[in-house]
């Protein structure tokens, strides 16, 4: 069984920086993806961003060239790392597995591992 574990999160001012950490335990596979979703209130869960082993990485548009994705896989751990943050980025963050490689935006469908949520709120 899949367990991700995630730690981060927290109250910043617009324009700081966060970063959000996730461990998975149990990949049975070493070809996957990791990838962080967010969901607001009142509004759908979206991909935030996603790698996969072989380190290939996709982005919303709504955080390109603000956050930055990376991974051990030796530690199967993945880092969100989070700057010019706005009050839109507030959300509760979750950190998700699929065991499916995408070469391109990932489908919410294929991740059937979720971690238990980060709330990240970002006043102005």
């Known amino acids: 069984q899949v367990q991700l574990v995630e730690s981060g999160g927290g109250s910043v001012q617009a324009g700081d920086s966060l970063r959000l950490s996730c461990v998975a335990s149990?990949?049975?596979?070493?070809?996957?993806?990791l990838a962080w979703f967010r969901q607001a209130p009142g509004k759908e869960r979206e991909l935030v961003a996603s790698i996969t082993t072989s380190l290939y990485t996709h982005y919303a548009d709504s955080v390109k060239g603000r956050f930055t994705i990376f991974s051990d896989n030796a530690k199967k751990m993945v880092t969100l790392q989070m700057s010019s943050l706005r009050p839109e980025d507030t959300a509760v963050y979750y950190c998700a597995a699929s065991l499916k490689v995408f070469y391109g935006a990932p489908f919410i469908g294929d991740f059937r591992s979720w971690g238990q949520g980060t709330q990240v709120t970002v006043s102005s």
């Open positions: 149990g990949l049975p596979f070493s070809h996957n993806t």
